[in-house]
């Protein structure tokens, strides 16, 4: 397989803004590693064995979990330990496990600001691959500028799937993506622009990122817990203004 490169982010602290449901929080976070680049076609077909069009561009047009897959599967090529538990479509994260994995969504955002209070890390047409670009298809990786932790791509060309759960009282189990696409425009290529879907969709600008990090409280790591998630799923109330009813 074509090496992964990792960046070590070094721990802080991340405030995650949730502008529909109005909600704000400040998220500590220990230290972790996250991909330079996104997951390339080319490294997908060596651990999976699919065809490769366009070796350097993100993978996409993949599900969450069929990202989790890979996730377990890269682990094994390289030795490491699986990091998801699967019964049937329910997928439990062993927090405990190093191998690879999905970014929490506070890692996310934290490693993709690199230390920036703004919505962009630099100018958008320096950073990202957008709309204004005018390409139909995502790019090849690393064509744009890097942020502070020398990460590609975080913004625009493809957006990626984190692990947690986007909204769970309403949305079930949809899980969020982040970081907008190479057809969005500057409103939803920013930093904390937050949208998600279901586990088995797929759409051809979305692809993710792996992350490694080991924690040692089972249930809870980087701003997740499964405590958190009943407790959403638990609330009630009406649908936050712009959302729509979910698709299954």
Known sequence: MSDIELARIPAGVVTLNDAR?????VVELAAFEIGVYPVTEEQLADILG?????????????SWLRAVHFCNAASEWEGLDRVYLFDGEDV???TTADGYRLPTEAEWEYACRAGSAGPHYAPLADAAWTSADGVSSPQDIGGKLPNLHGLFDTLGNVWEWCWDLLDPARYDAYRVFRGGGFADDAW???????RGGAPRMHHDDVGFRLARGVFDTPGQAQGWSTEADQERSAQDGPLPSGWTPRRR
């Not at 939803?188 to 937050?194: D, G, L």
């Open 21 to 25: 449901r109005k909600e704000r929080r």
């Open 50 to 62: 699919v065809p490769v069009q366009h070796p350097r561009r993100p993978a996409s047009d993949l």
């Open 92 to 94: 439990t994260w062993d």
């Open 188 to 194: 939803s290529v920013r930093a904390s622009v937050r």
